[in-house]
């Protein structure tokens, strides 16, 4: 899809809420606009995606099914902040980083582990001195970041993604705090993919037996977790999962968020 007809998409939402732009950048000469959906409530849900351009799945689903999430929270009294496609000239190309090869993901904070070496990620069991928002980066990141930063830390936090190198039609996430909140997420997934449980999905990480990781990857969950927010997770599906089957498991983590967010104020 062009993003051109992304940003249409986008745009013919503004009846649901203040469809903005937070910034634009540029490839090729090409200007990209960057959007940001506010529905005001009583407790707030950031939802992010699109940090990686082979990953349609998740601003496919945003924008597509964006008035029954919109609806679900204002039922919940949940404002969203919807962030739906974080790199368009990789979603418009298909590619995992923007159009300059730039990697538009993590990159929201560096640890310090021992005096004066930074990292951008900690491997299991590595402590740390001090966390520290960064201030570079590729320009999509700055821009997510920048504007993420304006406002108050959310009550809950959704990052969507999905995962170009596993084979079949699956998912699992990487969360931040109590498992027992998302296994039922986990449970209910099943119905539509298989979920990867107790298996290797990378060089650092293995799932646990509910298809969840805990990974302090200097990404904007990891970023937020950091600043105390209860609820966080990035949601993988494979790349060879139909639309439909992202779909139904991205809004049934959305809906999840929505209820988590609705909760209470921490």
Known sequence: MRYSDYARLIRSHESL????????????????PLFRITV???????????????EPAGPLTLATHLPDIVAYAKQRGVGLRVYPCINPSGFED??????????????????????GEWRGELNEGQDHLRWALYDGGP???????????????PDAALDIHQDNYLGGTATYAYTFGDKSAYRPF??????????????KVDDHNITDADGLIEYHDGSVTDWYMRQGVPYTAALETTTPTSQENCDAVNLL?????IDLAARGKR
């Open 186 to 199: 986990m449970d209910t997934a099943t119905r539509h993919v298989t979920v990867i449980r107790n298996q």
């Open 17 to 32: 809420g203040e469809v903005a732009e937070y910034g634009q950048v540029l490839e090729g000469g090409q200007p990209y």
């Open 40 to 54: 005001p409530g009583e407790r707030w849900l950031v939802i992010t995606s699109g940090f990686h351009g082979e």
């Open 139 to 153: 320009k999509e990141t700055r821009a997510v970041r920048s504007d993420l930063a304006r406002f108050r830390p």
């Open 94 to 115: 298909g590619t995992r980083y923007n159009r300059s090869g730039e990697k538009p993901n993590n990159d929201f904070l560096r640890y310090e582990v021992a005096p």
């Open 253 to 257: 983590w959305v809906r999840g968020f």
